[in-house]
């Protein structure tokens, strides 16, 4: 009954190949969200999701991609990983829209991506 | 742009000790604010918010106050314990945006 899960929980991937992270919500949220933690930088936004086939740019987002086909689902694309993307990354999902107040994220329990 | 800064860790205390770990952000307008906690190998959770200046935010003992004269959200519980030890982010979103804008997260240690 988590409402959020990420798959996979750990990867170990070599550089140059490409890897997709899926987060999926039962909560039926608009808003979806992928971070990534590395130690000093606290969490920085890749990308998000505002609806269905609807997404944008946060501030750390080359290099990667998302899509979004169906509302429970956010996928997160690492293109071709490179050891620099080794991280923690999150997916978070929020109810609101624009204009409504932020009531707060719910997270993921994480995926912890090595590039080696 | 939006920012929050928060005191380096990591903090380390004894059981029952007064804990105050300090938040400050640069926003434009009147933005809401939050904690999260992270414990180990966890995603974050929300602690507490406060929407407004002067509201207070409380959940689990743990409170802040948010201070529009001085742009701060410190978070202060009275005594900790061992089990509050984990990683303390705040964060803040713009009214009516959606996006948290995340501090570096401080670290707290509590000893028995």
């Known amino acids: 009954d988590a409402g959020i899960t990420q798959s996979p929980r750990h990867k170990v991937t070599e550089t140059g190949t490409p890897v997709t992270l899926r987060c999926h919500q039962t909560e039926n949220h608009r808003y979806m969200y992928w971070y990534r933690q590395d130690p000093g930088h606290g969490l920085r936004l890749i990308h998000y999701s505002y609806g269905v086939k609807d997404t944008d740019k946060g501030e750390v987002s080359d290099g990667y991609s998302v899509s979004r086909s169906k509302t429970e689902d956010f996928l997160l694309t690492l293109e071709s990983a490179t050891s620099s993307q080794t991280s923690v990354y999150f997916c978070?999902?929020?109810?609101?829209?624009?204009?409504?107040?932020?009531?707060?994220?719910?997270f993921g329990s994480g995926t912890r991506l090595t590039v080696v | 742009g939006n920012s929050v800064t928060q005191m380096e860790g990591p903090v380390t205390l004894s059981e029952e000790a007064f804990l105050t770990i300090n938040c400050t952000y640069t926003a434009t307008g009147y933005p809401s604010l939050f904690w999260y906690v992270q414990y180990p190998g966890e995603g974050l959770q929300l602690l507490l918010k406060a929407t407004k200046a002067d509201d207070k935010g409380s959940n689990k003992g743990f409170e802040a106050t948010y201070r529009k004269e001085t742009t701060s959200f410190h978070l202060e519980k009275g005594s900790v314990q061992v089990s509050d030890s984990a990683v303390y982010f705040c964060?803040?979103?713009?009214?009516?945006?959606?996006?948290?804008?995340f501090g570096t997260g401080t670290r707290l240690l509590v000893s028995p």
């Open positions: 964060a803040l979103s713009e009214k009516g945006f959606q996006k948290l804008v």
């Open positions: 978070a999902i929020s109810e609101g829209g624009r204009g409504r107040p932020n009531y707060g994220y719910t």
